[in-house]
Protein backbone atom coordinates (compact mmCIF):
# COMPACT_ATOMS: atom_id res chain seq x y z
CA UNK A 1 0.00 0.00 0.00
CA UNK A 2 1.37 3.65 -0.95
CA UNK A 3 1.93 5.90 1.82
CA UNK A 4 -0.14 8.25 -0.27
CA UNK A 5 -2.46 7.80 -3.08
CA UNK A 6 -4.26 9.58 -5.36
CA UNK A 7 -5.73 8.63 -9.05
CA UNK A 8 -3.38 9.45 -11.92
CA UNK A 9 -6.56 10.97 -13.34
CA UNK A 10 -6.68 12.87 -16.05
CA UNK A 11 -9.59 14.69 -14.71
CA UNK A 12 -11.65 16.24 -17.46
CA UNK A 13 -14.08 19.02 -16.51
CA UNK A 14 -15.38 21.75 -18.68
CA UNK A 15 -14.55 25.36 -17.64
CA UNK A 16 -16.60 27.03 -14.46
CA UNK A 17 -17.30 23.33 -13.71
CA UNK A 18 -16.23 22.14 -9.57
CA UNK A 19 -12.96 20.05 -10.32
CA UNK A 20 -12.89 17.39 -7.03
CA UNK A 21 -9.35 15.82 -6.53
CA UNK A 22 -8.95 13.43 -3.88
CA UNK A 23 -6.55 11.48 -1.66
CA UNK A 24 -5.87 8.59 0.52
CA UNK A 25 -2.67 8.32 3.09
CA UNK A 26 -1.78 5.26 4.97
CA UNK A 27 -0.10 6.57 8.48
CA UNK A 28 -2.87 7.83 11.26
CA UNK A 29 0.02 9.76 12.69
CA UNK A 30 -0.05 11.78 9.88
CA UNK A 31 -0.78 15.60 11.17
CA UNK A 32 0.10 18.15 8.44
CA UNK A 33 -1.43 17.66 4.73
CA UNK A 34 -1.15 19.76 1.57
CA UNK A 35 -2.26 20.42 -2.05
CA UNK A 36 0.85 21.75 -4.68
CA UNK A 37 -0.28 22.39 -7.76
CA UNK A 38 2.81 21.51 -10.69
CA UNK A 39 2.72 22.62 -14.00
CA UNK A 40 3.96 20.84 -16.79
CA UNK A 41 8.16 21.55 -16.56
CA UNK A 42 8.39 23.49 -13.59
CA UNK A 43 8.28 23.01 -9.38
CA UNK A 44 5.25 22.52 -7.14
CA UNK A 45 3.56 25.29 -5.93
CA UNK A 46 1.62 25.49 -2.40
CA UNK A 47 -1.83 25.88 -2.69
CA UNK A 48 -3.17 25.02 0.20
CA UNK A 49 -2.21 23.06 3.60
CA UNK A 50 -4.88 21.73 5.96
CA UNK A 51 -4.14 20.07 9.85
CA UNK A 52 -7.59 19.89 11.62
CA UNK A 53 -10.91 17.95 10.61
CA UNK A 54 -13.63 20.18 8.50
CA UNK A 55 -12.84 22.20 5.24
CA UNK A 56 -10.61 24.99 4.70
CA UNK A 57 -11.36 27.63 2.18
CA UNK A 58 -9.24 29.77 -0.12
CA UNK A 59 -10.82 32.13 -2.58
CA UNK A 60 -11.75 28.94 -5.31
CA UNK A 61 -10.08 26.56 -3.91
CA UNK A 62 -11.58 24.02 -1.02
CA UNK A 63 -9.37 21.75 1.06
CA UNK A 64 -11.52 19.04 2.71
CA UNK A 65 -9.61 16.45 5.79
CA UNK A 66 -11.24 13.92 7.50
CA UNK A 67 -8.45 12.03 9.83
CA UNK A 68 -10.80 8.93 10.59
CA UNK A 69 -11.11 8.03 7.26
CA UNK A 70 -7.54 9.58 6.34
CA UNK A 71 -8.82 11.24 3.24
CA UNK A 72 -8.22 14.97 2.19
CA UNK A 73 -9.85 16.42 -1.15
CA UNK A 74 -9.42 19.28 -3.03
CA UNK A 75 -12.45 20.96 -4.88
CA UNK A 76 -11.66 23.62 -7.40
CA UNK A 77 -14.93 25.84 -7.93
CA UNK A 78 -15.51 27.80 -10.94
CA UNK A 79 -12.80 25.66 -12.90
CA UNK A 80 -10.68 27.70 -15.27
CA UNK A 81 -7.97 26.48 -18.41
CA UNK A 82 -5.80 27.93 -16.32
CA UNK A 83 -6.21 25.50 -13.49
CA UNK A 84 -5.00 22.82 -15.93
CA UNK A 85 -2.16 21.07 -14.04
CA UNK A 86 -1.12 18.13 -11.68
CA UNK A 87 -2.27 18.20 -8.22
CA UNK A 88 -0.13 16.72 -5.93
CA UNK A 89 -1.47 15.56 -2.62
CA UNK A 90 1.62 15.62 0.27
CA UNK A 91 1.24 14.48 3.66
CA UNK A 92 3.25 15.16 7.00
CA UNK A 93 3.80 13.35 10.38
CA UNK A 94 3.65 14.18 13.77
CA UNK A 95 6.97 14.91 15.15
CA UNK A 96 8.32 14.06 11.46
CA UNK A 97 10.57 15.75 8.64
CA UNK A 98 9.87 14.55 5.72
CA UNK A 99 6.94 15.01 3.25
CA UNK A 100 5.24 12.19 1.49
CA UNK A 101 4.19 12.84 -1.75
CA UNK A 102 1.36 11.50 -3.72
CA UNK A 103 1.88 10.60 -7.56
CA UNK A 104 -0.47 13.72 -8.63
CA UNK A 105 -3.58 13.74 -10.50
CA UNK A 106 -3.31 15.25 -13.79
CA UNK A 107 -6.46 18.02 -14.08
CA UNK A 108 -7.66 19.08 -17.75
CA UNK A 109 -10.42 21.79 -17.42
CA UNK A 110 -11.77 22.40 -21.28
CA UNK A 111 -12.33 25.58 -22.39
CA UNK B 1 12.35 38.90 -1.90
CA UNK B 2 14.26 36.14 -3.74
CA UNK B 3 12.80 32.73 -3.74
CA UNK B 4 14.79 29.34 -3.67
CA UNK B 5 17.42 29.42 -6.31
CA UNK B 6 19.21 25.93 -7.40
CA UNK B 7 21.93 25.98 -9.90
CA UNK B 8 22.13 24.29 -12.31
CA UNK B 9 19.27 24.19 -14.29
CA UNK B 10 19.95 21.45 -16.52
CA UNK B 11 23.29 19.00 -16.38
CA UNK B 12 23.68 16.18 -18.72
CA UNK B 13 26.52 13.65 -17.17
CA UNK B 14 27.39 9.80 -18.39
CA UNK B 15 27.10 6.58 -16.29
CA UNK B 16 30.05 6.35 -13.57
CA UNK B 17 30.48 10.16 -13.28
CA UNK B 18 29.48 12.64 -9.81
CA UNK B 19 27.65 15.27 -9.76
CA UNK B 20 26.83 18.17 -7.41
CA UNK B 21 23.65 20.72 -7.04
CA UNK B 22 23.51 23.69 -5.53
CA UNK B 23 20.79 25.14 -3.41
CA UNK B 24 20.40 28.64 -1.64
CA UNK B 25 17.41 29.25 0.29
CA UNK B 26 14.52 31.71 0.64
CA UNK B 27 15.72 34.52 2.55
CA UNK B 28 14.62 33.68 6.41
CA UNK B 29 15.02 30.61 5.90
CA UNK B 30 16.85 28.09 7.90
CA UNK B 31 15.84 24.12 6.66
CA UNK B 32 16.32 22.93 2.83
CA UNK B 33 14.64 19.54 1.73
CA UNK B 34 15.77 18.30 -1.17
CA UNK B 35 13.54 15.74 -3.39
CA UNK B 36 14.30 13.50 -6.87
CA UNK B 37 11.11 13.23 -9.16
CA UNK B 38 10.55 11.19 -11.47
CA UNK B 39 8.64 11.49 -14.74
CA UNK B 40 5.27 11.03 -13.68
CA UNK B 41 5.62 10.54 -10.40
CA UNK B 42 5.52 12.72 -7.01
CA UNK B 43 8.82 14.15 -5.19
CA UNK B 44 10.53 11.66 -3.41
CA UNK B 45 12.18 12.87 -0.31
CA UNK B 46 16.31 11.99 -0.21
CA UNK B 47 16.97 14.11 2.93
CA UNK B 48 16.44 17.27 5.02
CA UNK B 49 19.39 19.40 6.66
CA UNK B 50 19.17 21.84 9.68
CA UNK B 51 21.68 23.66 11.21
CA UNK B 52 24.20 22.42 9.00
CA UNK B 53 23.23 18.55 9.82
CA UNK B 54 21.22 15.81 7.97
CA UNK B 55 18.00 15.35 10.26
CA UNK B 56 16.50 12.58 7.96
CA UNK B 57 17.13 10.62 5.18
CA UNK B 58 14.50 8.84 2.71
CA UNK B 59 14.96 5.57 1.38
CA UNK B 60 18.21 6.09 -1.20
CA UNK B 61 21.58 4.57 -1.25
CA UNK B 62 24.41 6.31 0.24
CA UNK B 63 25.99 7.38 -3.26
CA UNK B 64 23.22 10.67 -2.39
CA UNK B 65 24.66 12.65 0.36
CA UNK B 66 24.44 16.24 1.39
CA UNK B 67 26.12 20.01 2.82
CA UNK B 68 24.23 22.26 4.37
CA UNK B 69 26.79 25.52 5.03
CA UNK B 70 26.21 28.08 7.78
CA UNK B 71 24.23 30.79 5.42
CA UNK B 72 21.77 27.72 5.08
CA UNK B 73 22.85 27.00 1.36
CA UNK B 74 22.83 23.03 0.58
CA UNK B 75 24.65 20.72 -1.95
CA UNK B 76 23.27 17.64 -3.05
CA UNK B 77 26.28 15.14 -4.37
CA UNK B 78 24.85 12.15 -6.72
CA UNK B 79 28.01 9.58 -7.20
CA UNK B 80 28.28 6.86 -9.41
CA UNK B 81 25.49 8.04 -11.53
CA UNK B 82 22.91 5.47 -12.79
CA UNK B 83 20.85 5.69 -15.75
CA UNK B 84 18.08 5.51 -13.45
CA UNK B 85 19.38 8.92 -11.50
CA UNK B 86 17.98 10.84 -14.24
CA UNK B 87 15.25 13.03 -12.61
CA UNK B 88 14.21 16.45 -11.91
CA UNK B 89 16.13 17.53 -8.69
CA UNK B 90 14.20 19.81 -5.99
CA UNK B 91 15.51 21.61 -3.54
CA UNK B 92 12.51 23.12 -0.77
CA UNK B 93 13.17 25.56 1.61
CA UNK B 94 11.28 26.41 4.96
CA UNK B 95 11.44 28.38 7.77
CA UNK B 96 11.62 25.48 9.84
CA UNK B 97 11.03 21.92 10.66
CA UNK B 98 7.62 22.25 12.79
CA UNK B 99 4.64 20.86 11.26
CA UNK B 100 3.04 23.92 9.87
CA UNK B 101 6.46 25.47 7.93
CA UNK B 102 5.78 25.51 4.60
CA UNK B 103 8.24 24.18 2.02
CA UNK B 104 9.01 26.66 -1.11
CA UNK B 105 10.09 24.59 -4.18
CA UNK B 106 13.01 25.89 -5.96
CA UNK B 107 12.67 25.47 -10.07
CA UNK B 108 14.46 22.42 -10.18
CA UNK B 109 17.26 21.06 -11.75
CA UNK B 110 17.00 18.47 -14.64
CA UNK B 111 19.78 15.95 -14.38
CA UNK B 112 19.94 13.26 -17.39
CA UNK B 113 22.36 10.31 -17.07
CA UNK B 114 23.17 9.03 -20.68
Known amino acids: QKEVEQNSGPLSVPEGAIASLNCTYS??????FFWYRQYSGKSPELIMSIYSNGDKEDGRFTAQLNKASQYVSLLIRDSQPSDSATYLCAVKRTGGFKTIFGAGTRLFVKA | DAGVTQSPTHLIKTRGQQVTLRCSPKSGHDTVSWYQQALGQGPQFIFQYYEEEERQRGNFPDRFSGHQFPNYSSELNVNALLLGDSALYLC?????????????FGPGTRLTVL
Open chain 1, 27 to 32: DRGSQS
Open chain 2, 92 to 104: ASSPGTGPTDTQY
